[in-house]
């Protein structure tokens, strides 16, 4: 029989690697919410975080508190520009055409990540030093803490964004009708830009944070997008704050799979569980009801 | 019209002049498939280097029986259709007298009724067990089985007095290959599996795993998998404060394991490994140092990249090979054949290989010296 401590460390584990679905799953949300699509390359975003903030340390000889908020910046100009060159010449086709194109960019930056850095596995030193934790018995790193905190900060930030400030309003309308957003004064492609710059953003800064704990290669970003995409579905699609507790409570969902059921079937435990859940509730945890114009 | 069969019959005269000049140095033809592009490429690119290398070698210190040699490389791109196509094409095409290769299991499974339908001896340069048993008389390899791998952590094992063991593995070809084989054996050699866990090779957290392992009376934990896994498991072990010896695989002998995991974390981890990567502190009078010091030499010289024990298997095999040609004098696959099943005493640089008509690896666990990471380095053990 686990012991409590044994649960306690389920938790934290898990609630730290959910962070990052819930970061990437945020990144969806956004744009989902403006655009009106499924950004399928989101995953990428989040493996170009934490790849280029290697780079920029090992080749680039950047101190770490530097290449950190480089690498973000730098994704989110990747994001800018995926949506100028690839999203922007198609806007108004139908919404499967731009989901078709999203996995053809994320293929692309996946390669291109291939080419330029390599095939091998990398990590990135946390960000302050020091030993674990210990907490009730089970271990919470640092770099644990600063997930939370970076986390949370950012999922705060954006509730207030979208709440509180005209822009957040104006896209959210945009999502809402984008015709009656243009016809109000809105610049609807400045809006999406905007999104593509946020989503790819928040995907920067899980995939930063996360690559002192998990490591990072080239391909780290089509199990993230994955599990970003159940979360997002978990949490109810287009609701921000759902989309980060989904992330959180899959990752947690899946460290319980591992210790009480098996460790084979890890992925198996949560997907189904996030089954059953879905066919209860079909809108998400978060998600209201969804009224259909007929 | 006439003066053109005059000029045809010049040309034909003229090429059956060239041909009887080629015949009179024909060389002696190998061929070799190895995956030197595709995921596997890591293992078959210094094979391609290694086997270039030696064929400038041989051909420079006279050749084989007088004759140059010519080593046809194939690239199977880690594919194992491409690899029954280029090994199709070495025998009906080339005409090879032998065929070193593949690099990856799957891939000579693939191709082993080929080459013993044929009748051309092949030396497979991957590792798993089945390809040299049942033994088939043409198909032999210098890469030793995991199993041997297993059964040289389980000795450490039993040498410490560690009777109880829990092993995580990845849930990939290799990992399962490893859970397979340590799971036949333990019970052979008086070790009990106390936990029995698995993870995903692309998964990024391994802490559920071992917290499960951390409540299990295990006195030694195994890890089974190729990077990043374990250096992921060599971290989470860190961060648990789980004091549990922990073994490794042979799978991640490279400094790039060390890498991942962070001398911190790595320190004290056992695994087996080929004596290539400790050769600074092999005895002066061991009989490999010799070989393995050479080779280093030859090959860094050459591709100014650091040599490792995937080319090693490459190297061993062009050596016995050759020998066997030499032995048999002839370069008639049959006799070739036969002559391999008696080559004994070659020093290779993964060990000393004996090979007899049941037993077509040829090494022992001896191949594996137990090393140990001590501050970001290797520590052979004795």
């Known amino acids: ?294 | 019209m006439n003066r053109k069969a005059v000029w045809f019959g010049f040309v034909f005269v003229f090429a059956m002049l060239l041909g009887a000049i080629a015949q009179a140095v024909e060389p002696v033809k190998i061929g070799a498939v190895f995956s030197v592009t595709g995921p596997a490429s890591f293992l078959g690119e210094p094979k391609r280097n290694t086997v270039k290398m030696l064929e400038a070698d041989i051909n420079r210190s006279g050749g084989i029986l007088g004759r140059p040699v010519e080593f046809i490389v194939y690239d199977d791109e880690s594919d194992a259709t491409k690899t029954v196509t280029a090994v199709d094409r070495l025998i009906k095409k080339d005409r090879v007298a032998a065929i070193i290769g593949p690099s990856i299991s799957g891939n000579t499974l693939a191709v082993i009724p080929k080459a013993g339908a044929e009748k051309i001896p092949l030396i497979s340069c991957a590792a798993a067990k089945k390809i040299t048993s049942p033994v088939h008389p043409y198909i032999f390899k210098v890469a030793p089985s995991d199993l041997l791998a297993a059964k040289r952590i389980f000795q450490d094992m039993k040498n410490r007095k560690l009777a109880k063991v829990a092993i995580i593995t990845a849930s990939d070809g290799y990992g399962a290959g490893g859970r397979e084989d340590m799971k036949e054996l333990a019970p052979q050699m008086g070790i009990s599996i106390v936990a029995d866990e698995v993870y995903g090779p692309k998964d990024t957290d391994m802490t559920a795993q071992l917290t499960k392992i951390k409540g299990t009376d295990a006195q030694a934990i195994v890890c089974w998998g190729t990077n990043p896994g374990p250096a992921v498991i060599a971290r989470n072990r860190v961060q648990l404060g789980i004091k549990t010896p922990l073994y490794m695989s042979s799978g991640v002998a490279s400094k790039k394991f060390i890498e991942l995991a962070g001398a911190e974390n790595a320190e004290g981890i056992l695994l087996p490994a080929a004596r290539l990567i400790v050769e600074p502190q092999i005895p002066a009078d061991h009989p490999q140092k010799k070989v393995i010091v050479n080779y280093i030499k030859d090959y860094e010289g050459k591709y100014k990249q650091p040599v490792s024990t995937f080319g090693g298997h490459a190297h061993d095999a062009v050596g016995i090979l050759v020998q066997a040609i030499k032995d048999a004098n002839s370069t008639d696959p049959k006799a070739i054949r036969d002559a391999l099943e008696k080559v004994k005493g070659f020093q290779g640089t993964w060990g000393e290989f004996n090979f007899t008509p049941e037993e077509h690896t040829g090494l022992t666990e001896e191949a594996f010296v137990m090393v140990k990471i001590v501050n970001g380095d290797w520590q052979m053990l004795k």
């Open chain 1, 1 to 294: 029989m686990p012991t409590a401590s044994a649960l306690l460390q389920y938790v934290i584990s898990g609630a730290t690697v959910g962070s990052t679905y819930g970061l990437a799953a945020l990144g969806f949300t956004v744009i989902y919410n403006t655009a009106g699509i499924i950004n399928f390359a989101q995953g990428e975003f989040v493996m170009l975080g934490g790849m280029l903030a290697v780079f920029a340390l090992r080749w680039g000889g950047v101190p770490l508190p530097l290449a950190v908020p480089l690498a973000v910046l730098a994704v989110t100009v990747v994001g800018i520009m995926v949506n100028r060159v690839t999203i922007r010449p198609v806007r108004g086709r139908s919404p499967l055409t731009l989901i078709i194109i999203t996995i053809g960019v994320s293929i692309l930056l996946r390669g291109g990540a291939m080419l330029i850095f390599g095939k091998d596995t990398f990590a990135l030193p946390a960000f302050s030093g020091g030993g674990p934790i210990q907490v009730g018995g089970a271990a919470l790193l640092p770099q644990s803490l600063w997930v939370f905190g970076i986390t949370l900060l950012t999922v705060l930030g954006m509730k207030f964004f979208f709440e509180h400030t005209l822009t957040g309003k104006a896209m959210l309308a945009c999502s809402s009708d984008r015709k009656a957003a243009s016809l109000m004064g809105i610049h609807v492609d400045f809006m999406v830009t905007l999104s593509f710059a946020f989503s790819a953003f928040v995907g920067a800064v899980g995939g930063v944070i996360l690559a002192p704990i998990t490591l990072t290669a080239y391909d780290a970003g089509i199990l993230l997008g994955l599990k970003g995409f159940a979360a997002c579905i978990l949490g109810g699609l287009g609701n921000p704050f759902g989309a980060v507790i989904g992330g959180i409570l899959l990752g947690i969902l899946e460290s319980l799979g591992a210790g009480f059921i098996s460790s084979g079937y890890k992925d198996a435990v949560a997907f189904i569980i996030m089954l059953g859940l879905l066919f209860w509730r079909p809108s998400g945890l978060f998600g209201g009801s969804q009224a259909e114009r007929v």
